[in-house]
């Protein structure tokens, strides 16, 4: 009995082993993506060149980097590693399957919020008050959603429904202001809307990088609980888990994370739904690992998307948007079909 | 060891549960049983602090459990709810590794695994140990739950309902581990239960509810009488004392 016991610990060690190599594995994809994404555009750098022109200042490949490249690359890091993230918190805290940013309208109410800012507050500094008004009217929809799991229970139905009417709700709202706005500005929001990477400067950057990065480690602290919320919120409490404090401040920081992807990138794509799927299929759902695999995933989906976005009918670029879904679908129904067992 | 004084719990300005009071010694099995919705769960739920009961107290080993930090207190009351909600993947490993989170900060030591393995192996759950928690059956996943809470260590244990929805075998079994436990590690238990010969089997003492009280409280053959289970549960039921416990034996409901 005590050789078997010995055995079954091995395997556990084994398996949470096989995870970090898996998230390396992933860390190490998404430099290699990194490099690939430098080096292609309509001037073509090779792969060793666009490294050195990332330290030496070596001209025309120096600026085309820094200036272009390299904002839109780490924007797209940025992006898919927030949507990832947040998207596994929903998950974990609502205990559903089908949340995400996106399905539980959190991202229409950021956009909503962003559309509002562009609209009305051009000349005061606009800069702040975008990201600003996006959080405010994410984090309305979210405590909205919040509140709805909290008195009809997190059912996936009473969820996602709740999430398609915030949709309504906040895309009829854009919609209002858009007629009621003049043309430029309307001009102004449709492009907003497509979902672009190509805003990224390093102004902008620095800001997303903090909305989306600081929560970061605030949100790994909280992996076990997370881990035990999946036990339904009473066992959770019994095993000392504050659900309640948990529940607000997850919700919160991603909910941060994902107006800070809105509001500088538009409406992109189903990454924050579709990463941590793939990953829980791959490594299962303890969040220790899930929630840096999802990140990292998602980082490599948008950034891989984007890149065949410029490349595939360059000097044509496809929106990001699109891009990610045309990779990520696919993938995900092969994913879907091969696991037989669970609900998928 | 545990010491329930006067408990009371209200909901929307109704009485769920009124005076309630009884003690508990180690190594002590107290099973509760009354009618659906008589406030048996709840009970449960106010001494494990699930929820805040509204009048009394509850006793730890002569420290009020409402003073007490939930990190400390987690550490003296194992909690084992009736259902298993499971959305996501998680192998049996981790469902009851999950018992061992209040000893865990980031990465759970080996003692913590060496205790998970073992309970593994006490429940038979070996060969099961790396499959999804979802594939088992209910009689498994019940021994998956009660293993989750052996895991947390602590000196009492609370059940709700540990054996509803399991077949006759799995609920003798899933009644003997937790007989085997509570005599082996002197644990306290106090479960819920609907079936009374199981209760008056496997218990100690019967605290019997009706209406949110304590109707009558004590061992099961002074608890299981015609009368009692007349008043309480409305059903006639003849007892048979020939054996070590009482068996009783329902005969019709009484309008």
Known sequence: ?344 | MLDIKNLGFRYRKADILKDIRFELDKGEIISIVGPNGVGKSTLLKCIARILKPGQGSVVIDGKDAAGMKSSDLVKCIGYVPQDFPSKFPLTVFEAILMGRRPYITWRPSDNDLKIVSDLIDLMELTDLAMQDFDCLSGGQKQKVLLARAFAQETDLLLLDEPTSNLDLKHQLEVMEIISDMSNKKNTGVIMSVHDLNLAARFSDKIVMLRKGKIFCAGKPEHVMTVQNIRSVYDVEVMINTDQIHPFIQPLRAVS
């Open chain 1, 1 to 344: 009995m005590n050789t078997e016991s010995s055995d079954i610990h091995k395997e556990y060690r084994n398996l949470t082993g096989k995870k970090t190599a898996f998230i390396i594995l992933l860390f190490i994809l998404l430099l290699f993506s990194a490099i690939i994404g430098i080096s292609k555009g309509a001037l073509s750098i090779g792969m060793f060149d666009s490294i050195k022109a990332i330290f030496k200042d070596s001209g025309t490949a120096h600026a085309i980097v820094w200036k272009l490249r390299l904002p839109r690359v780490i924007m797209a890091i940025l992006v898919g590693g927030g949507l990832g993230f947040a998207g596994t918190v929903f998950q974990a805290v609502l205990k559903n399957p089908l949340a995400s940013p996106y399905t539980l309208g959190i991202a229409s109410g950021a956009g909503f919020g962003a559309v509002v800012a562009i609209l009305f507050g051009s000349g005061i500094a606009s800069e702040y008050l975008v990201p600003g008004f996006a959080f405010f009217f994410a984090l309305t929809s979210s405590f909205f959603i919040l509140g709805i799991s909290g008195i009809k229970g997190p059912s996936s139905e009473t969820m996602i429904l709740a999430g398609i009417a915030t949709m309504f709700l906040f895309s009829s709202l854009t919609s209002f202001f858009q007629y009621m706005g003049t043309m430029e500005q309307v001009h102004e929001v449709v492009f907003w809307f497509f979902g672009s990477l190509s805003r990224a400067g390093w102004k902008e950057i620095g800001l997303a990088g903090a909305m989306i990065l600081l929560p970061f480690p605030f949100i790994m602290k909280m992996s076990w609980d997370f881990n035990l919320l999946s036990a339904g919120d009473e066992a959770a409490k019994a095993l000392g888990v504050n659900v309640k404090r948990i529940k607000i401040t997850s919700i919160i920081l991603a909910s941060l994370i994902t107006s800070g992807v809105i509001c500088f990138t538009g409406i992109i794509g189903f990454i924050g739904l579709v990463a941590p799927h793939i990953c829980r299929m791959l490594i299962g759902s303890d969040h220790r690992f899930l929630l840096p695999a999802s990140a990292l995933t998602g980082a490599v989906v948008v950034l891989a998307a984007d890149t065949l976005g410029r490349t595939l009918w360059a000097p044509q670029v496809i929106p990001i948007g699109i891009m990610t879904s045309f990779i990520g679908v696919p993938f995900f129904f092969y994913l879907l079909m091969k696991k037989t067992k669970e609900y998928w």
